[in-house]
């Protein structure tokens, strides 16, 4: 009924997504997901409560107005927002903070798409600072309890519906099949990438080239959108890319023979929708945009392996599904997620195995093509690194005794300071004292310490004076994490090994010391585990 006025209303959008967002929450413009991993590694996990609010409505305004965004992005900021008030209200630490805001995050994706494993996956592979017992129990809690209340909402029924679910059509007897999904994978990767930098491309363009306030930029992006959906429904009778695009993923899904020109026509209007969206400022996330591209442009490569090899009984249905994860696992980095979401969207069991070849594939080949996923690229613009995998830290469970420092000295506390500078500057003296009285450890000293107070003229000082008393004590056996924790709750320059026999820490029974420089060297050592 708009006829060509309705090239105006993504414009429309744009103006109250520009509002909401230039006026009460900055953090609101974009996908969303980088903000998230960004106060968890810059911020202490703080989130400022209106972006949960903003988000809401900018990215509902985004999505409604016909922009080409997704709901991940928006859901996931603010379940994360959610959860970062409730720690700052209750005022716990920054890792239980942390804690939340995955839950948060975990919590809206299982809840808005139904799949409450791959939210666990997706908190775990993107969010996570640290897995254990201490983390991993309230995420999968959290995810539990919005599956189950978004069920109460929106039903028990997947995302996608696959008409031909009881009749498998993923067909792995033949190699070659095995091979077109490698093939498919391949595609995916490069897909992936080019996403990444089609999105990131845009948002250059509109900031160098086009210039001017955010309101012009926004709102010349989403005047492209709406030209491209008003040329669509002219030709096609459909705008076909607007908002999550969920109507043509089903179609495909479903087994429409869509041309191949067609699908191929859907798969670069898409993008280029959704980087002129993005690009310019709109609110909203990429998951949905991602399973677009994979959908379509999954079929067209099934529809094109099917007239070439009428044999195979290839179904391009099939091809779309694993070309979903392809794309989302490939440009996000959340590889597993990606097979259990898409898993889970589906509910057909028989898609494990086409989708982990073409994800793990597709995966390894963005990393080639674009070293950072769709997230980390935006805070690396910015100049904030964020960790590239989640390594396990073998230094953190050694016992201290294994990186102790045994080279040390010995000085009583009633060494005058000539005396003090005579056994320091010996040839083979030792970096480091103890001061002790009698059977009791006064402090520490260094050689640092002594040269400082040489130069500056001490007077009359003697090395109990000079000595550091800020020291924790511990067994030889102690853990390297624990003892790290000790030394930065007590805020302590060393700690003192001890014999596990004695438990005073007296003089004679201290082995070893353990300063900053020893943790920094065990760790640094502990890095050649992953470089050789």
Request: proline share 5%; charged share 10%.
């Amino acid at each position: 009924p708009w006829g060509a006025a309705v090239i105006l209303v993504p414009v429309l959008g744009g103006i109250g997504v520009t509002f909401l967002v230039a006026n009460f929450a900055p953090e609101a413009k974009g996908h969303g997901v980088p903000e998230v991993i960004d106060v968890i590694y810059y911020n202490r996990g703080r989130i400022r409560p209106v972006v949960a609010i903003v988000k809401s409505l900018a990215s509902a305004i985004s999505i409604g107005s016909g922009g080409s965004v997704g709901r991940e992005g928006p859901i996931i900021q603010i379940g994360s927002s959610f959860g970062s008030t409730i720690g700052q209200i209750l005022r716990v630490p920054a890792w239980q903070r942390i804690v939340l805001i995955a839950g948060g995050a975990g919590g809206g994706i299982a809840a808005t798409f139904n799949t409450p494993v791959g939210g666990v996956l997706f908190a775990l592979e993107i969010m996570m600072h640290e897995v254990s017992v201490r983390t991993l129990v309230p995420v999968a809690l959290a995810t539990a309890a919005g599956t189950y209340v978004g069920r109460l909402f929106f039903g028990q029924y997947p995302s996608f519906v696959i008409p031909a679910l009881e009749t498998p059509y993923f067909h792995m007897a033949s190699p070659l099949v095995l091979l077109a999904y490698i093939g498919l994978g391949l595609v995916m990767g490069a897909v992936s990438a080019l996403f990444i930098k089609s999105i990131y491309g845009a948002e250059d363009f509109f900031e160098r080239r086009v210039g001017g306030s955010y309101y012009r930029q926004h709102l010349l992006g989403m005047l492209g959108v709406g030209l491209v959906l008003y040329g669509l429904m002219t030709f096609y009778g459909h705008y076909y890319v607007e908002g999550v695009g969920y109507s043509t993923v089903q179609e495909i899904l479903s087994g429409r023979a869509f041309p191949l020109a067609l699908l191929l026509l859907l798969f670069a209007l898409k993008l280029l929708v959704t980087s002129l969206t993005l690009g310019s400022g709109a609110s909203g996330g990429i998951f949905s945009p991602a399973l677009f591209l994979g959908a379509t442009l999954g079929s067209a490569y099934g529809t094109f392996l099917q007239w070439c090899f009428p044999q195979l009984g290839i179904s391009p249905a099939a091809f779309a599904v694993a070309g979903m994860a392809g794309v989302v696992g490939g440009s996000t980095g959340a590889a597993m997620a990606a097979i259990v979401m898409i898993f889970e969207m589906t509910l057909d069991y028989n898609v494990i195995v086409p989708m982990t070849i073409t994800v793990a594939v597709s995966y390894g080949i963005r990393k080639v093509l674009s070293r950072e996923s769709i997230y980390s690229m935006k805070l690396v613009r910015r100049g904030h690194y964020v960790p590239e995998a989640m390594h396990s830290s073998p230094h953190l469970v050694q016992p201290v005794q294994k990186i102790m420092l045994t080279n040390f000295g010995r000085l009583n506390a009633s060494c005058g300071i000539k005396e003090i500078a005579h056994v320091a500057s010996g040839k083979s003296a030792p970096a480091i004292f103890l001061v002790d009285a009698g059977s009791r450890i006064v402090g520490i000293l260094s050689a640092e310490t002594i040269l400082k107070a040489l130069e500056n003229g001490a007077g009359p000082v003697t090395a109990a004076e000079l000595a550091d008393r800020n020291y924790v004590t511990v067994t030889e056996f102690a853990p390297f994490f624990d003892v790290m924790i000790l030394m930065r709750a007590s805020m302590a320059s060393a700690a003192l090994v001890r014999d596990e026999t004695n438990s005073h820490g007296v003089g004679g029974n201290i082995k070893g010391l353990i300063t900053p420089q020893q943790l920094g060297e065990a760790m640094v050592e502990s890095s050649g585990l992953f470089l050789d």
